[in-house]
């Protein structure tokens, strides 16, 4: 991202409020996503970052949150494809064995000077993913073990 935003808060110091805790956060690689993931880590939660293909990004989120001493799973999926909800779902199951949230922020925009100017295709891509992804995410296969947790939109 240019600029690149500041996603840590040298001070403040986290009080174990998620200790133990696991969180999927989708579109957690930057910008906002990887500042909530760095705040989770600091109260003491474990990881699974969701993102498209911005691998660099993720790899730097995940070390942020490896120097606070927590795990951090990356799942590089693309979310406009229903089915992927289950695997983010599954792998993170694997990885840590329990899941207590859920932040979908993953999202996409394309900027544009007119509404004209919007593809269909954009539309349609700006919908699944900034829309019906947080649903699906929220409810597959595997949704009593999260539908029960904190899931935040």
């Known amino acids: 991202m240019v600029p690149r935003p500041i996603f840590d808060n040298p001070d403040y110091r986290g009080t174990g409020k998620l200790r133990d805790k696991v969180a999927i956060i989708t579109g957690g690689d930057n910008g906002i996503g990887r500042a909530v993931a760095v705040a989770f880590a600091k109260e003491g939660a474990d990881l699974a970052i969701v993102y498209l293909d911005e691998h660099q990004d993720a790899v730097e989120t995940r070390e942020a949150v490896n120097r606070l001493g927590r795990k951090c799973l990356l799942i590089p999926i693309d979310l406009r494809n229903k089915e992927s909800s289950s695997c983010i779902v599954k792998a993170t199951l694997e990885a840590f064995g329990h899941i207590e949230i859920l932040v979908n922020k993953a999202g996409v925009q394309f900027v544009r000077q007119s509404l004209l100017e919007i593809s269909d295709e ?32």
């Open 122 to 153: 954009q539309l349609q891509t700006t919908f699944v993913i900034n829309i019906l992804s947080f649903f699906s995410v929220s409810t597959n296969d595997y949704g009593s073990s999260i539908c029960s947790s904190t899931v935040l939109n």
